[in-house]
């Protein structure tokens, strides 16, 4: 029987997941298929359910259900908690486990970053939807101790900070609103800016004017494949990195969870960048533009 393993979002028009997971299922000759499924919330139960199904494999979640899909798991992992977003599902029987991926390929994407370097203290992250969930989730761990978060919507970045209270007891994590003279303020006294709003996905757009970067700055975009702002930021002198290696690292962990063996991240690599040389730019399965939203 062909296992089945789907991505859950909404919509999921272009998925950079579907053409890594394919592609090392079918080099590691696994008989599995990954499929796209187009849930709007309201059928999001229902589609979570289905996947207690012996052929299932397991699932990825995406846009906009990470957060909504966490009590429809029976458990979950200390990363799925911590950070109250699941991006995985495996199947234990008929129980169903929420991970999160994105936890672990954020940490190589931040390694990757740092590279020589001391692990610095502060940063300033931009955006507080789930994959801010997994940065914030992995500076803390990380060490870091001042953390300040900038959202369009500010009550959002505040109910983020507020849910991880406690695992930031021991340092400075805050909201502050979305205004450019105060995120510039704050950059001049942090070492790492990551981007992890979509602005700039599909677009030319930057979430900040290029003359706010300073070359000590480290800066990561989950957006992957380039960016307006990693354009402005190299000009500037500035060590950068693009949401590919947080892509790749939570496609492995992902695949092998649902597989239980080690991913072929060249082939998954390879697979990503034919994805994208076809015009697919979003590594969570939005559209690739606005306009083919509609
Ligand atoms: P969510 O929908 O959960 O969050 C989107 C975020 O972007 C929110 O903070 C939202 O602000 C902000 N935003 C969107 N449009 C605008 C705008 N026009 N102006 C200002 N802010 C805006 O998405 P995710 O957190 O899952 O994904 C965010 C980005 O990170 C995407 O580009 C995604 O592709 C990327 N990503 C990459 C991963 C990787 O592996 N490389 C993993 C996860 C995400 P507000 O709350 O105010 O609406």
């Known amino acids: 029987m062909t296992k089945r393993v789907v991505l859950i979002g909404h919509p999921v028009a272009h998925s950079l997941s579907g053409a890594m997971q394919q592609a090392a299922f079918d080099h590691l000759g696994i008989d599995a298929s990954y499929e796209l499924w187009d849930r709007a ?3 999001l139960a229902e589609a979570v359910a289905e996947l207690r199904g012996d052929e299932f494999l397991g699932a990825n979640v995406t846009i906009p259900h990470k957060e909504r899909v966490v009590p429809l798991t029976d458990r979950q992992t200390e ?11 495996t199947r234990e029987g008929k129980k169903l486990v929420g991970h999160n991926t994105d936890v672990a390929g954020f940490k190589v994407a931040l390694d990757k970053l740092v590279g020589r370097q001391k692990m610095p203290r502060t940063a300033v992250v931009l955006g507080a939807g789930g994959g801010a969930r997994a940065v914030v989730y992995g500076l803390i761990r990380e060490g870091f101790q001042r953390i300040v978060v900038f959202n369009r919507h500010l009550h959002r970045a505040e109910g983020m900070v507020k849910y991880f209270s406690r695992s930031a007891a021991h340092m400075d994590l805050r909201a502050m609103p979305w205004h450019e003279s105060i995120i510039e303020s704050e950059l001049a006294k942090a070492k790492v800016l990551i981007n992890a709003t979509s602005i700039g996905l599909g677009t030319g757009e ?3 004017p290029a003359e706010i970067l300073s070359a000590d700055l480290m800066v990561l975009d989950l957006i992957y494949g380039g960016s307006s702002l990693l354009r402005d930021a190299e000009k500037a002198g500035c060590a950068t990195s693009d949401g590919g290696e947080m892509l790749l690292h939570q496609g492995a962990a992902s695949f092998t969870l649902w597989t239980g063996q080690e991913a072929p991240l060249d082939v998954m690599q390879a697979a990503l960048d034919a994805a994208r040389a076809r015009g697919v730019v979003s590594a969570e ?5 606005p306009e083919s939203a509609a």
Request: proline letters at 14%; aromatic letters at 0%; charged letters at 10%.
């Open 41 to 43: 919330p309201m059928a």
């Open 79 to 89: 990363e799925a908690h911590a950070t109250g977003a699941v991006n995985t599902i």
């Open 206 to 208: 930057s979430p900040l």
């Open 285 to 289: 399965g939005e559209p690739a533009t």
